[in-house]
């Protein structure tokens, strides 16, 4: 189904009159942060403080990239993706995705923007890949402009369907259910970066698991997190084809972690490696499990190895790569999870030195009907207070 778009004069916003959240209070003394990154303006002397996403009738926004070089902005709205310049400009538009387009990043490599993508009735998951350099215009189709390839995800798949309570029947896109390995409901945080444990090793692509919200299970706490190294998907890569899903993909996962934090709502919806400091942020829809201290924000330190551990809350004895949150920010001692309170779940990207675009969403009714639309903050990442971010207002 083709998404509509609101006309261009209406899809720009003013980001002014959008900003600017509130800087994050002082630390506690119990708390403890990683040492901030040292202040370096002219690192972002060239970014403003806001960016607007425009306003669409489409899905709400799910996640940003940004091409640094070039200066253009990638926006995901579910059914769409939005390019725009740094000034909230729009380029234009790639839409018609029946799917549910989800998390993105800029590959440096090629050029390309990464994202998630599912069709979960049709049990078909994909890294789509777009040739950024052809979206030139509003209302190019996902199908036929060539600008769209994707890679099927076997992995996912499998832990997607999988028949756990062994009674013959995959009960589909249920979260109620004893079903989906891990609680999987697909996939949806996708960043590049190092395999953890290398801090200059090669990039990687970071694929995450969306996970059901279902507190009737304790084998949903985890954050499954799957590695690919993406230098030889060339001779996977197909067109998009939505009503007859391709099959061309890996056959496997190059690796696969798993990151305790007890069960999130949907998972990892945001994804994001920054090179300066060596971190993994996971933005999440907060989770309800009373045992747990359901946080909005997880942080995984880079350098740290993976160990093979028994993983918890699995129905039989299971052992795999388990990567350790950075221990910092807000404690929970019972379960030595720890995390911060900030809302990174539609859009968080890092742009250098320490310094983060993260998108704020909101309903916009000035067109007369509602539109989705987010305005993209600038923030620095401190690891102190509440929410380890203050907010940047030039």
Not at 110 to 138: M, N, P, Q
Not at 178 to 196: K, L, T, W
């Amino acid at each position: 189904m083709k998404t509509k778009s609101a006309p261009l004069a209406t899809c720009i916003t003013v980001a002014a009159a959008l900003s600017v959240a509130a800087p994050a209070s002082a630390a506690p003394a119990d708390l403890q942060g990683p040492p901030a990154h040292a202040a370096a303006p002219s690192a972002i002397a060239n970014y403003p403080s806001t960016i607007a996403s425009g306003s669409w009738d489409a899905g709400h926004i799910q996640g940003i990239a940004v091409d640094e070089k070039n200066g253009y902005v990638y926006h995901s709205f579910t059914d769409m993706l939005v390019k725009t310049d740094l000034a909230g400009n729009v380029i234009g538009t790639v839409e018609g995705f029946t799917g549910h387009l989800g998390d993105l990043d800029f590959n440096t490599k090629d050029g390309r923007v990464y994202g998630s993508l599912e069709y979960k009735t049709e049990e078909a998951f994909y890294i789509a890949i777009f040739d950024v350099d052809k979206i030139t215009e509003v209302g190019m189709n996902a199908e036929d402009s060539g600008i769209v390839s994707a890679v099927y995800l076997e992995e996912v798949v499998e832990d997607f369907t999988a028949d756990m309570n062994n009674d013959g029947v995959f009960d589909g896109n249920i979260g109620n259910t004893a079903d989906h390995r891990y609680g999987s409901s697909g996939i949806d945080g996708v960043s590049f970066g190092p395999e953890f444990g290398k801090k200059n090793g090669k990039q990687q692509l970071m694929v995450a698991y969306g996970v059901y919200r279902n507190n009737t299970r304790t084998d949903n706490d985890n954050q499954v997190l799957l590695q690919y190294d993406i230098s030889g998907w060339k001779k996977y890569e197909r067109p998009l084809t939505q009503a007859d899903p391709h099959t061309s993909g890996p056959a496997d996962e190059d690796a696969k972690y798993f990151i305790h934090t007890g069960n999130t709502h949907y998972g990892v919806q945001n994804l994001a490696y920054d090179e300066d400091g060596n971190l993994w942020y996971i933005g999440v829809y907060r989770g309800s499990k009373p045992e747990y201290p359901n946080r909005t924000l997880y942080v995984v330190d880079g350098t740290v190895a993976p160990q093979e551990q028994l993983i918890e809350g699995q129905l039989a004895d299971e052992t795999g790569l388990v990567v350790p949150l950075l221990q910092a920010g807000l404690p929970h001692e019972p379960g030595g999870i720890y995390g911060w309170e900030f809302k990174s779940d539609v859009g968080i990207e890092p742009i250098g030195d320490g310094y983060f675009y993260v998108a704020r969403d909101f309903d916009d009714y000035s067109s007369g009907h509602k539109q989705e639309s987010a305005t993209l903050e600038l923030y620095k990442w401190t690891g102190e207070g509440q929410s380890g971010f203050e907010s940047v207002a030039r």
